[in-house]
């Protein structure tokens, strides 16, 4: 599956998966629906900090890095792919997660696009 994206979505991400510290897990979507469903991604507490951050897998970092680097603009927008609906609903949970919900949005409402 391809869709295309904000350019501004794709550098977010990628912006905020260069911030995460090397130790991040690989992203485990009951694991993160649960930190978001209690609250506790972002809390002060010193147990929080010794969580991991999810980290995302590395071929989505891959498929958006490509898109970021491609000189295609389409709408606004490049095309990001070739992924599986999967990894966008991977995609989409990650954000979710990192507290980049408008991203989230985005990638929910461009998987909707391309799937008509």
Do not use: Y
Not at 4 to 27: C, H, M, N, W, Y
Not at 90 to 116: E, H, I, N, Y
């Amino acid at each position: 599956m391809v869709v295309t994206l904000p350019i501004g979505t794709i550098k977010r991400i990628l912006d905020r998966v260069s911030s995460l510290p090397e130790q991040a897990s690989e992203f485990i979507l009951g694991e993160a629906l649960a930190r978001v469903i209690h609250a506790d991604v972002e809390t002060n507490s010193p147990i929080q900090t010794t969580k991991p951050r999810p980290k995302l897998p590395e071929n989505i970092v891959s498929a958006l890095e490509k898109a970021r680097d491609d000189k295609t603009l389409i709408n606004g927008g490049k095309h990001v792919g070739h992924l599986r609906r999967d990894d966008f609903t991977t995609l989409r949970d990650w954000c979710r997660a990192m507290r980049l919900g408008s991203d989230a949005a985005a990638v929910q409402a461009a998987v909707t696009a391309a799937s008509k």
